[in-house]
Nanobody, 123 residues
Framework: VQLQASGGGLVQPGGSLRLSCAASGFTLDRYAVGWFRQAPGKEREFVAV????????YYADFGEGRFTISRDNAKNEVYLQMNSLKPEDTAVYYC?????????????????WGQGTLVTVSS
C-alpha cells in the first residue's frame, strides 16, 4: 500500500503547478484523498480534500479560488492544480487517503500518506 506524490518543483510567483497523487497496492475509489503541506519551521496544515465520489470538496481558506482538487478513479489518481502561486505556498506537499468517505481536515483521519513533493515558489 503506497501513495506517491509528484509534480512539485520550482515556480515563479504567479505561476502554476499540478501535483499528482498515485496509489499502488490499493484502489483509491473508496477513499477520500486530502492534500496537506508543511513549510520549513511550521506545522503541517490542511490544503484540500476530495470525497471518494468526488462530490464533496473542501479547501483551506488560502486555497479557495487558486487551488483545484480533482480525481480520476479509473487512473487511481488524485490531482491538485495550483494557480497564482505565492512564495508563502512554498512547502512539502503530501497526499493522504482516508476511509472517511467525505474526507476530513484532520490529519489523524488519514491512514495512508505519500512521501511528499517539494513546491518552491520563488523568483
Amino acid at each position: 500500500v503506497q501513495l506517491q506524490a509528484s509534480g512539485g518543483g520550482l515556480v515563479q510567483p504567479g505561476g502554476s503547478l499540478r501535483l499528482s497523487c498515485a496509489a499502488s497496492g490499493f484502489t483509491l475509489d473508496r477513499y477520500a484523498v486530502g492534500w496537506f503541506r508543511q513549510a520549513p519551521g511550521k506545522e503541517r496544515e490542511f490544503v484540500a480534500v476530495i470525497g471518494w465520489r468526488g462530490f464533496s470538496i473542501y479547501y483551506a481558506d488560502f486555497g479557495e479560488g487558486r487551488f483545484t482538487i480533482s480525481r480520476d478513479n479509473a487512473k487511481n489518481e488524485v490531482y491538485l492544480q495550483m494557480n497564482s502561486l505565492k512564495p508563502e505556498d512554498t512547502a512539502v506537499y503530501y497526499c493522504a487517503a482516508s476511509r472517511n468517505s467525505y474526507g476530513s481536515r484532520l490529519a489523524e483521519e488519514y491512514a495512508y500518506w505519500g512521501q511528499g513533493t517539494l513546491v518552491t515558489v520563488s523568483s
